[in-house]
C-alpha cells in the first residue's frame, strides 16, 4: 500500500513537471500575443476570446474535475497571462523610454486584473475574496 501511495505521488510529480512546461509555453504564446496586440492597437483584455477560452475548457473537459472547478482554473491562467501581457506592455514601454525595467510603483498597467480598469466580474470578485 505504501508503494502505491509513492507511485502516486511519483506520478503528481512527473505530472506536475510536464504542466509547468506547458504552462510557460502558454505564457511564452501570452507574451508573443501581447506584442501583437501592442503593434495592433488592440487591447489586452479581450472578453469575447476569453468567453471562448473557457468554452473550449467545457467541451475538452471530460473530469474528474467539475465544470465550476476548472473554470476557476482557466480563469486564474487567463488572468496570469493577461497579467503577463500587461508587464510586457509596461517593460516595453520602459526600453523605449531607455529605462531598464519597469517601474516599481505599479501603475495602472502594471496591476492585476481585478484592480485594472475593464477587469472581468470574476477577476474583481476574486480580489474581494483574497
Do not use: W
Not at 26 to 47: D, N, T, V, W
Not at 57 to 82: C, S, T
Amino acid at each position: 500500500m505504501k508503494a502505491d501511495l509513492e507511485d502516486l505521488r511519483r506520478r503528481i510529480d512527473l505530472l506536475d513537471e510536464s504542466l509547468v512546461k506547458l504552462l510557460s509555453a502558454r505564457a511564452a504564446c501570452a507574451l508573443e500575443i501581447g506584442r501583437l496586440k501592442r503593434e495592433m492597437k488592440i487591447p489586452i483584455y479581450q472578453p469575447a476570446r476569453e468567453a471562448e477560452v473557457l468554452q473550449n475548457v467545457e467541451k475538452a473537459n471530460l473530469g474528474p474535475l467539475d465544470q465550476p472547478a476548472m473554470k476557476r482554473l482557466f480563469e486564474r491562467i487567463i488572468d496570469e497571462a493577461r497579467h503577463l501581457e500587461r508587464i510586457a506592455e509596461v517593460t516595453q514601454a520602459a526600453a523605449s523610454e531607455g529605462r531598464r525595467e519597469p517601474p516599481r510603483s505599479g501603475g495602472p498597467s502594471a496591476q492585476r486584473g481585478g484592480e485594472s480598469e475593464g477587469a472581468p466580474p470574476s477577476e474583481v470578485q476574486s480580489k474581494k475574496e483574497h
